[in-house]
């Protein structure tokens, strides 16, 4: 028997005691998959969130557990996508995930038994490749399955150029493709879908569109199969992970990955395998709802223009959420595309500092190390840091606090610095050690050794023509059936300021009163805050101001700007943070560069002017 492992660059068979492609080839070549009517529910299961997630024990969890019809896994980042090409730069033959292979194999049997389906964007930048490898391997055994791959994303594949930027040429330009080209692959009969980039959603969506022959104008079912998409495409986020209440979500070892019971017009449950750990509840379903996205009243995707303002999340039952009220209008006639260059590179270290006035003594150290490096630089005529970031973590300063102020006797020092010659920051890491000896007591060590030099790679997102991208589903030339597209772009009406109004004497901090997630996309950040009852929607209205919450996250950078969207039908708003992340992703050097941790920081907001909680709350 055999399974495939990797390091990244490198792939090979390797003989192994499990149960691996072998059985599952021999299985599949005996049983072919086979449709349910169109009248039934479809459940669809999300196995992984992003490369690295826990896939192999998530997929194995559905396979097994979760009655599914299709398995679906999601892969790609702006970042991943920058991995994946200086993959295929080295090895032409490469440029996909090579993990999706060793998480496929161990459910080879119970894939084929239960008829499931599998649907991935593991193909990254060469979904051909990644197909005709797993096609390869499985043809070993006699297979006689059918691996679909989805092409077209990849515009510099294409010859599409853009100006450079200063001079320097785009690493990836990657258009997010939609979820028909999916569901024309199914209705091909392929049982394993690859794609490169597309919208996460589409995983789902496109599925959705195969089973139950939705047409691509209507679109309140497409914004339903596309916001079902959303709620699963970051796997156990949805089912306990990263939750508010987390001390009300049972077993995190054995969290259950997230499944979609979808109904043919659309509306859907949310739940996840029998006797697994995690959480599926009003919380969790409507944090991951307003997770990442930007105006809920047009989120737009490449099939649709999802309208989320009067969606309704209620619990049906325990770990079943159903989901309604997504109302869908025409896709914009353009792709978004995401293009990633590579500006500079950048290197970070860590030191534990322990004693009296730690902070002030961290920071101390790491500006004289700058300070040093400064003047070398100059004498070699580098030039100086493009940018400096010192956070002592544990003084408070991912909430703005000053340094000076700080009382904490063990905190650790992240340094990260900016510049455009990769021997600049090399000479830099050369000199932190010697503040062990040679500056202020308590640093007891650099975490990780001597940190190293990594490229910056800046993200551009950008519009271009839908009709002007080549897409081919399994070598055959492939164009989208829509041709009812918005000339104008839909956006929500303006934030309307209504006056407080005190109901009592009491305050409280927010996450007493709601929920909060917040996410990236690029160099903005989204802050999503959901009311625990519907009753407190009225008050925190009127509290929860764009003015407001900027005042409260001002320290995360002079050019904030704060955008707010309203959702009643969920009881919910969703504030986007433009330019709060440093350049965002691995651009920035932050340590929450992402904005996870922004709706942690604002949930110590306080309420004030209001009644008893037990007046809002049963």
């Known amino acids: 028997h055999y399974y495939i492992t990797n390091n990244l660059s490198t792939m090979f068979l390797r003989k192994s005691p499990f149960t691996g492609v072998k059985w599952f080839a021999q299985s599949i070549s005996r049983k072919r998959f086979l449709s349910s009517s169109p009248s039934d529910n479809v459940r669809i299961g999300c196995f992984s969130g992003f490369w690295g997630d826990s896939c192999t024990f998530a997929s194995q969890q559905l396979v097994n557990k979760g009655s599914i019809d299709f398995l679906v896994g999601d892969y790609l980042a702006e970042v991943t996508m920058s991995i994946l090409a200086a993959m295929k730069k080295k090895k032409p033959e490469l440029g996909f995930c090579p993990d999706f292979f060793e998480h496929l194999a161990p459910n080879g049997p119970k894939i084929v038994e239960k008829k499931i389906k599998v649907v991935v964007n593991a193909g990254g930048l060469n979904p051909d490749a990644c197909a005709k490898r797993l096609g390869g391997l499985l043809q070993q055994f006699g297979l006689n399955l059918k691996v679909a791959s989805v092409v077209g994303d990849d515009l510099i594949n294409q010859g599409i150029k853009l100006p450079e930027i200063e001079g320097i040429p785009y690493n990836t ?17 392929a049982d394993i879908v690859i794609t490169g980039r597309c919208v996460d959603s589409a995983l789902v969506l496109g599925p959705l569109i195969h089973r139950f022959g939705w047409n691509m104008n209507e ?6 199969g596309s916001l ?16 508010t209440d987390w001390h009300q979500v049972p077993d995190y070892s054995n969290v259950g990955f997230p499944i979609v019971d979808v109904q043919p017009d659309g509306v859907f449950k949310v739940t996840k395998p029998v006797k697994t750990g995690g959480l599926v509840s009003f919380g969790t379903v409507a944090e991951q709802m307003l997770y990442e996205i930007g105006d809920s009243q047009c989120y737009a995707l490449p099939d649709v223009n999802c309208d989320f303002a009067n969606v309704s999340i209620k619990e049906v039952a325990k770990n079943e959420v159903e989901v309604s009220g997504a109302v869908g209008k025409p896709p914009s006639s353009t792709y978004k595309v995401s293009a990633t260059y590579i500006d500079g590179y950048k290197a970070t270290s860590m030191a534990p500092m322990i004693g009296p006035n730690a902070a002030q003594k ?47 006797k063990e905190v650790v020092v992240w340094t990260s610095v900016r510049h455009k010659n990769k021997a600049a ?24 050794g001597r940190p190293k030099p990594t490229p910056i790679l800046r993200y551009k997102p950008f519009f271009y023509p839908k009709d002007l991208v080549d897409i081919t589903v399994d070598n055959a030339e492939f164009t989208n059936s829509n041709t009812e597209f918005s000339p104008v772009q839909p956006q929500s009406q303006p934030e309307t300021i209504i006056d407080v109004v005190n109901e009592g004497e009491c305050s ?6 709601a929920f909060l997630r917040s996410g990236d996309k690029g160099n903005s950040a989204n802050l999503g805050i959901i009311c625990r009852n519907k009753s407190l929607y009225k008050a925190l209205d009127s509290r929860l101001t764009s003015a407001a919450v900027k005042e409260y996250l001002s320290f995360l950078g002079e050019d904030l700007v704060v955008t707010k969207y309203n959702l009643p039908g969920t009881g919910a708003f969703n504030f986007v943070l433009d330019n709060a992340l440093g350049g965002g992703g691995v651009a920035s050097l932050k340590t929450d560069p992402q904005g996870k941790a922004i709706g942690q920081i604002f949930s110590d907001f306080v309420i004030e002017g209001l009644k008893e909680k037990s007046c809002y709350l049963s």
């Open 362 to 408: 961290g920071h101390l150290n790491s500006m004289s190390t700058i300070e040093r490096c400064e003047k070398i630089f100059s004498k070699m005529g580098m030039g100086s840091f493009e940018e400096v970031n010192v956070e002592c973590l544990g003084s408070g300063s991912n909430y703005g606090k000053d340094i000076k102020s700080s009382s904490a």
């Open 173 to 189: 330009m990657n258009c997010y493709l939609g979820a028909e080209p999916i569901a024309k692959a199914l209705d091909n009969g």
């Open 228 to 243: 079902a998409g959303h709620i699963v495409e970051c796997g156990a986020q949805s089912t306990g992970g990263n939750f």
């Open 425 to 448: 920051l090399e000479m830099w890491a050369k000199e932190i050690a010697g503040a062990s000896t040679g500056m202020a007591p308590g640093f007891t060590t650099l975490v990780g």
């Open 508 to 513: 409280f901090r927010l996450e007493e009163l």
């Open 219 to 224: 679109f309140d079912k497409l914004a339903q």
